[in-house]
């Protein structure tokens, strides 16, 4: 069964102070490791999928990173406005093809205090 | 990026009723999926929308509780029967665009209330 686990569950940071979030999973032939950001009352809005280990991506004041059993989504001198919940999610893929839908973390609350 | 529209965006219910939730994509899609979200809680997978064959069910989901329908690589519905105050989520549609990008869209949701 595949299994994410995020860590912190919140976190609260002051306006500049960078850090990470952390996602730790298990996932039978990971065909992608999904990070979405959620504001709250919207659905999850997509930001990354990395493929296998070493793969890094960035977008903005975010970069999130990829090994074998997890991945950390870095936030470097965050804004207010990066307040949201932080979703980390995988995919698994099928023998035959195609892929099965996303198993989800249960986010880490993420809060950016001016 | 392939944009969804979810219809109805909330909703109040009454106990034993049911619910079609509908949604559409502005291009034709691969794959299509449903998930739930209970209140503070994060999304579950309720079942792969199958184009022209039935939909593939998660363990703890059954087709006559959440019947889903796929006509075309567009558009597919969830329903909700006989609802009860458990039921009260939001239900998101999500989707993998032809030719995969490597990207997975979501809808806004449909927040159903089941008095």
């Known amino acids: 069964e595949d299994q994410v686990t995020q860590s912190p569950e919140a976190l609260r940071l002051q306006e500049g102070e960078s850090s990470s979030l952390n996602c730790s999973y298990t996932?039978?032939?990971?065909?992608?490791l999904f990070w979405y950001r959620q504001d709250p009352g919207k659905g999850p809005e997509f930001l990354f999928t990395l493929y296998s280990a070493g793969e890094e991506k960035e977008k903005e004041r975010l970069k999130a990173t990829l090994t074998k059993k997890e991945s950390f989504l870095h936030i470097t001198a965050p804004k207010p406005e990066d307040s949201a919940t932080y979703l980390c999610a995988v995919q698994a893929g099928r023998s035959g093809g195609g892929a099965d839908g996303l198993t989800f973390g249960k986010g880490t609350h993420l809060i950016i205090q001016p | 990026s392939a944009v969804i529209s979810q219809k109805p965006s909330r909703d109040i219910c009454q106990r034993g009723t049911s619910l079609t939730i509908q949604c559409q994509v502005d291009?034709?899609?691969?794959?299509m999926f449903w998930y739930r979200q209970q209140p503070g809680q994060s999304l579950t997978l309720i079942a792969t929308?199958?184009?022209?064959?039935?939909?593939?069910?998660e363990s703890g989901f059954v087709i006559d509780k959440f019947p889903i329908s796929r006509p075309n690589l567009t558009f597919s519905t969830l329903t909700v029967s006989n609802m009860s105050p458990e039921d009260s989520s939001i239900y998101l549609c999500s989707v993998e665009s032809k030719g995969y990008t490597g990207e997975l869209f979501f809808g806004e949701g449909s927040r159903l209330t089941v008095l």
């Open positions: 929308a199958n184009q022209g064959s039935e939909a593939t069910y």
């Open positions: 996932v039978s032939g990971l065909r992608g």
């Open positions: 291009s034709q899609v691969t794959m």
